[in-house]
């Protein structure tokens, strides 16, 4: 029985990663190397204000003097910081007024990838921020959303067209001193998205920003910045893909959230960067910090995450709860093959009374993978009341591949209440073979079975999303029977 | 319809299956009993494809195909129906989409379109009524945490569902209280025909009363020693299986 296991098990994965195309197209990027004159050349290629070129120096000196962390169950390979090449875009000119001037190349490259950029053609109420490499392609429904007072735009094009507020909240949930990638993060990233929801607003349609790393040898370091102002509201989707390359690229973003009173942040990633091939070759390290600060009373953030890509996840979307009443929200998929490695989970730290969060995580580990939910529940002192559930579950196919949860607990406050349940299951060959009894195939087995395990963290996700998701998980396991 | 011959099946090299000749026509309801650890569950699970046996010997033919070379989910959609012993699990799928991608799938294999969501519906009702399954049940996930009789109910509910060729119920009947073996009974019958056969591993022969097979056999150390009418049921039910025990000629061991 083990041996037939077992065989099942090393056949090939016969889930070809679906974005793995290059697209040949004229870069513009500086050489190899990271040092402050690399530093100067991002900053003046984006015709950046003094004050970002200032921001981006202190966070390079700083990060100087920094270590990688070591904490993560992860195994990482030393990383060449100056053989990468931290700035890379699309040659194209230099102002885009219509999207008939975009190189017809980019725009074939997002229709592939399922984001045609044409308006006319976009799946009805989503608006894309497409960010190829270094740069902001092209951000679809602009004028729409301005005429609500709603920003939505490249960051880069915020800096020079909103500065104060990207001054005032640019490094307000992440500062540059926050950790080693949010460092590095803060004094390279080329570009990103930005997003402003005015007081009072509803933002009428799901905004999304499409990531692709394109080029070789080069980072990505994008930022988004979402500021919602009292009694707003908005959902955001970010997607991610990258080419198949033999070498490992490194991704190291910061997302950082500000919900003011009342106000309502969803945000939901759909990670799928290259994984490597079956034997552990290249494939995406993604270093991200993602948090959100539900600075207003009654606000909330919402975080919801698939991920299905990468080599190496790092990653920890997080809430500051400072608001009385406020609320944080954590729901993960996390699904991990063949050599794929991630150490992801969150962090609700509770400031202010009655605060609320909940966390559902639901891991998935094949193949030889390694799998770790690591997680900190903190209650301050002044936070009465405070309230967490978390839910971590695991669920293995085979027994080549791991799973872990680090659940850690703070709290300062006697009222706080905090529960935390965890399960750990395993497809059993005995249920696939029940499926196949009534006519269904091994692989829409396991699909069935994995999206009903992960069904309540799919629920979350924007209708449009929720489908391809789910499509999504079960072409990630193909192959991986237990 | 069915015709094993000779079949001799292995688990970690041992022998649990010695030789087994069976033939199932069209219309016909086999009854198999025997002594725990026999073999009888060992012989449903090869016959719907679990990969665990190794055949060591022998063939099976299903409507002149061979049966044995084909995936356990080929067999489903050519019509074979196993109902569980020990009904899996499986969090999180509910029944109602477990049982919707069942039968599309043996719809696209007899290459028909799949069933509309009111049609499906409608089909849901009418066998849940057939089988008298609460709708408490069927709103579930798979099998998650039914009791052990509901779960035999819900094998049964499945069978009305996908409307088998050739069901094998291993010991659907074991844990049910009366009125659930009578809707047991109900199930079997009503997919009775002309067309179809059912064979039905039981210990019990009150089952039989409901149940009316054409043969009995009784299945002994991984061979059929005996096969009869349904009177060999009570002459079991009667003696118990120390009768057949001695009756074993010699050099059978
Ligand atoms: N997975 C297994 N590993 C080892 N031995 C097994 C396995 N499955 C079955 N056997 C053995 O094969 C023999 C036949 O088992 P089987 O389940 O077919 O009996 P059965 O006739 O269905 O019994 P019962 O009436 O108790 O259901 C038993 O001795 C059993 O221990
Ligand atoms: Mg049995």
Redesign the interface.
Known sequence: ?QN?QDQILSEVTSGEYKFGFYTDIEQDSIGKGLNEDVIRTISEKKNEPEFMLEFRLKAYRHWLTMEMPRWAHLNIPEIDYQDKIYYSAPRQKAKLKSLDEVDPELLETFEKLGIPLQEQKQLAGVAVDAVMDSVSVKTTFKETLAEMGIIFCSFSEAVREYPDLVKQYMGSVVPYTDNYFAALNSAVFSDGSFCYIPKGVRCPMELSTYFRINAANTGQFERTLIVAEDNSYVSYLEGCTAPMRDENQLHAAIVEIVAMENAEVKYATVQNWYPGDKNGKGGIYNFVTKRGICKGDNSKISWTQVETGSAITWKYPSCILKGDNTTGEFYSVAVTNNHQQADTGTKMIHIGKNSRSIIVSKGISAGLSNNSYRGLVKVLRGAENARNFSQCDSLLLGDKCGAHTFPYIEADNQSAIIEHEATT?KI?E??I??????????E?AIG??V?????EVLSKLPMEFAVEAQKLLQISLEGSVG | MLIIKDLKASI?GEEILKGINLEVKAGEVHAIMGPNGSGKSTLASVL?????YRIDSGEVKYNGEDLLEK???ER??DGL??G?QY????????MV??MK??IN??RR?RGEEPLSASEFLKKMREKKELVEIDSSLTNR??NEGFSGGEKKKNEIF?MAM?EPKLAILDETDSGLDIDALKVVAKGVNNLKSSENAIIVITHYQRLLDYIVPDFVHILYRGRIVRTGGKELALLLEEKGYEWVRKEEPAGNE
């Open positions: 029985m037939e299951s059993g005995d249920q073979f029940y499926c196949n009894q009534r006519g269904i195939s091994t829409d069935l079975i999206n009903g395990y992960a069904k | 970690e719907a494809g679990r990969d665990l995936s356990p989910e489903a959609k129906f196993l569980f009904p899996i699990e499986i969090p999180g799928v509910s989409n477990f991608t069942a799938e043996m294999h996930s798979v499945q996908l």
